[in-house]
Nanobody
């Protein structure tokens, strides 16, 4: 059974940094693309970044140059290093396995809250 666990969120001032962790038990990160998503209050969940099986990365335009997605194959973990945080980055962040059509493969985990103060 797949269980997605996100951690590392917190409260940070604008311009600060955080590193989020995704522990996808039941999913082998080297055999799947893994993506980060976020949902701000009152808004739909949106794509943030993804890393493919081959290690190719892609980002939402508004986070390019500020966020970096990476993985640790030995630990079977995926990370999202966030720098230059802005108040508009405030959201609950989730990881999942993306499939075609903007959908995801598994049920959502509880996510991790990121709050950026101005």
């Amino acid at each position: 059974q797949v269980h997605l666990v996100e951690s590392g969120g917190g409260l940070v001032q604008a311009g600060g940094s955080l590193r989020l962790s995704c522990a996808p038990s039941g999913v082998i990160v080297t055999l799947n693309s893994i993506a980060w998503y976020r949902q701000a209050p009152g808004k739909q969940r949106e794509f943030v970044a993804t890393i493919s099986r081959s290690g190719t990365t892609d980002y939402k335009d508004s986070v390019k140059g500020r966020f970096t997605i990476s993985r640790d194959n030995a630990k079977n973990m995926v990370y999202l290093q966030m720098s230059g945080l802005k108040p508009e980055d405030t959201a609950v962040y989730y990881c999942n396995v993306p499939v075609s059509g903007g959908l995801v493969h598994y049920s959502w985990g509880q996510g991790t809250q990121v709050t950026v103060s101005s």
